[in-house]
T-cell receptor
């Protein structure tokens, strides 16, 4: 079945440093979504990417969808303590429902 | 516009018992998906309901069942609870079902502990 992997599993950064998490699927995806989950909270939808090679920006966050639609990345510029949490990618395999990756846990040291 | 709500917040059950978890979808959303999230892991898809019918199911045994009501609220039922069922159960509502692309809005979850 479809598998979604994320690296790294954990990332510790100093406030102001950049952060990137990578998502890889074993199968081609129709679209990919990114979610953020704060400690003790629930996943919150960040963005959805649909087109091959698509790049979307939300303030300090940049999301990319690979040309082959099998990988994606989330880059945060100049991290802040409010960025702390676990970032999940979730891939949709053409209507087979979303498969979430294991997440990347980000901690930001002030 | 009201968000997704779930009840109860926490629940403790004994192995072998049955449990029912409830979810009210966001206003205007007709699709509800249920996920199981074990500690330190990503959410695992259990099933999705659209217009009171199951619309896709993940790799979970039949003792996991669900319902959706005419007002689009939903229930997740788990029979013969096992220790490994201890997890956060998340409900997510969306304006459209699979296979259309859709944003999912998660509720706060129900923390189930099986002893």
């Amino acid at each position: 079945g479809q598998q979604v992997m994320q690296i790294p599993q954990y990332q510790h950064v100093q406030e102001g440093e950049d952060f990137t998490t990578y998502c890889n699927s074993s199968t081609t995806l129709s679209n990919i979504q990114w979610y953020k989950q704060r400690p003790g909270g629930h996943p919150v939808f960040l963005i959805q990417l649909v087109k091959s090679g698509e790049v979307k920006k939300q303030k300090r966050l940049t999301f990319q969808f690979g040309e082959a639609k099998k990988n994606s990345s989330l880059h945060i510029t100049a991290t802040q303590t409010t960025d702390v949490g676990t970032y999940f990618c979730a891939g949709d395999n053409y209507g087979q429902n979303f498969v979430f990756g294991p997440g990347t846990r980000l901690s930001v040291l002030p | 516009e009201t968000g997704v709500t779930q009840s109860p917040t926490h629940l403790i059950k004994t192995r072998g018992q049955q449990v029912t978890l409830r979810c009210s979808s966001q206003s205007g959303h007709n699709t509800v998906s249920w996920y199981q999230q074990a500690l330190g892991q990503g959410p695992q898809f259990i099933f999705q309901y659209y217009r009171e019918e199951e619309n896709g199911r993940g790799n979970f045994p039949p003792r996991f069942s669900g319902l959706q009501f005419p007002n689009y609220s939903s229930e997740l039922n788990v029979n013969a609870l096992e220790l490994d069922d201890s997890a956060l159960y998340l409900c997510a509502s969306s304006p459209r079902p699979s296979p259309e692309t859709y944003e999912q809005y998660f509720g706060p979850g129900t923390r189930l502990t099986v002893t």
